[in-house]
């Protein structure tokens, strides 16, 4: 393990990782595309961390799977990284077990929830099941929970989507996952999720207002997995 790549959607979530790796933002790497870069050597590992970027017009950041895609794809081809890690933040469920602040792992593959093709056949297509890394390890040690991450355009969920992550077993509401992993499947490079829990889906309080007051403590604690995940289970496996 010598190129570890992180790709993650907001400055928000990515700003504690880039701080703690002393990564250095080298700009806009990859012409008209918005993803910025930022790199450095930690413990003669290269890290590359990889954002969306940001919107133009609204000044917001592009969340999403058209811009993780763009990221995803221009990050490998440039860098060739051993493994990629999605680090973000996710909705979770109650009724699974999960809590705010609640750090998952990717578990046996990563689906969409929201691609909509009822011909037979497509559905599964649609739906992708990308493999990801084994994460039993790292979850086991590490004291974090493990889930079927399970992507879609919007932060709210319709019953379509519903009755789709029922037939998936998704349980780690993103709207990134499963773009990354796509691409990283295309690519034959291994990708794990890690993935804060910044909301409860369908609890009482709007799922925006949970995600504005829970932000900041899910980037502390994403940016603590990740680095003992690579302090830990990575860094180990450098020969
Ligand atoms: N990111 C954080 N919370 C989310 C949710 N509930 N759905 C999709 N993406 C999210």
Redesign the pocket.
Known sequence: MKKICFIVAMAAEAKPLIQHFGLMHQGGRFGQAPSQVYQGNYKNIEITLVTNGKDADTGFDY?GCEAATLSTHLAIAYYHPDIIINA?????FASKGAKIGDVYLSHKYIVFHDRRVDIPGWNRMGQGYFPCIDSDEMARLGGFKQGICT??S????TEDDAEQMRQTGGEV????AAAVAWVAQLYKTPILCV?A?????GADRP?AQ??DDN?SM?TQKLRDACFKIVDEHLLRKKK
């Not at 973000?88 to 979770?92: D, I, L, Q, R, W």
């Open positions: 969340i973000g933040t996710a909705g979770g992507t879609g919007s932060l709210d969920m509401k993103d709207m990134e993935k829990i910044t909301d409860l889906v799922t949970q995600f932000l899910a």
